[in-house]
């Protein structure tokens, strides 16, 4: 049986997947096949139910909560740190509120997170999450959203943090902030949704178990990025929630999908 695995092309997400990929945990009888996009086309994907199984951002998920369950793993959340505005001069909430900044999608949990903290609409304009950077770096843009390895990057082009969403969301409501999430689509039926869901955490186990391996491959995905820095993001990234959302994790998700205005009703696989 086929199961395509949509992930984005980050390091965390690609090390995440590579127990399979190297062929460390076995695939016990299914194909899985990644393919791998941005995460706003695979926002867009997942309203179609275009995957079996497909990262997407949280923010999306309530409106595709008929056709996926999140799994309970594989989810990219961080307790005091996560997407960041930048600009080449620090901008207060007062000034961004005012300017127009360039985001990674509209169904991203990044933007989602960003008009909460600006207190609602902002001027935005929307481009491919890897060419936010040099947008700002090159002064096309006064300021940017940025996912992925770019929290550790944007100093090389000489640009300055004017607010940090996940520092925002943990003193707001004292939990981590949870980003991207992993689904599973439902009418794979339970016995196949359990079975694909042991097979994707472990290998998610064995990457954390061979991490040099696995970062190296991960690596591949980080357009440039050091090791250094990206070992640190993927631990940023891949920890104990990513494992499990545990009770924590759990309530981070409800919390914010309700200050979002969501009444979806947040179903777990197995």
Request: proline share 4%; aromatic share 8%.
């Amino acid at each position: 049986m086929l199961i395509r695995v949509g992930f984005s092309a980050d390091p965390d997400d690609a090390f995440m997947f590579w127990g399979l990929a190297s062929g460390t945990v076995g695939a016990r009888g299914y194909e899985f096949e990644p393919v791998i996009d941005d995460i706003q086309s695979l926002n867009e994907g997942a309203l179609d139910g275009r995957l079996e199984v497909t990262a997407m951002s949280l923010a999306t998920y309530p409106l595709v909560a008929n056709r996926y369950k999140l799994l309970p793993h594989g989810a990219s959340m961080g307790s005091g740190y996560g997407p960041i505005v930048v600009a080449k001069e620090l901008l207060s909430l007062d000034e961004l509120r005012e300017t127009e900044v360039v985001i990674p999608g509209l169904g991203t949990t990044a933007y989602l997170v960003l008009r909460m903290a600006l207190g609602g609409d902002f001027p935005h304009r929307v481009l491919p999450f890897d060419e936010i950077l040099p947008e700002v770096a090159s002064g096309a843009a006064r300021a940017g959203l940025l996912i992925h390895e770019g929290q550790l990057t944007y100093r090389d082009s000489g640009l300055t943090k004017c607010l940090d969403l996940g520092e925002w969301w943990l003193l707001e409501t004292g939990l981590p902030l949870p980003l991207g999430v992993n689904t599973i689509r439902r009418d794979l039926g339970a016995d196949v949704m359990r079975e694909v869901s042991q097979i994707l955490r472990e290998s998610i186990d064995a990457a954390l178990a061979h991490r040099e391996e696995a970062l190296e491959y991960a690596l591949g995905f980080g357009r440039g990025v050091d090791t250094e820095r990206g070992d640190r993001f993927v631990g940023m990234y891949v920890n104990e929630l990513t494992c499990d959302y545990g009770d924590e994790g759990r309530q981070a998700v409800r919390e914010l999908l309700e200050r979002s205005g969501s009444d979806v009703q947040v179903e777990f696989a197995e």
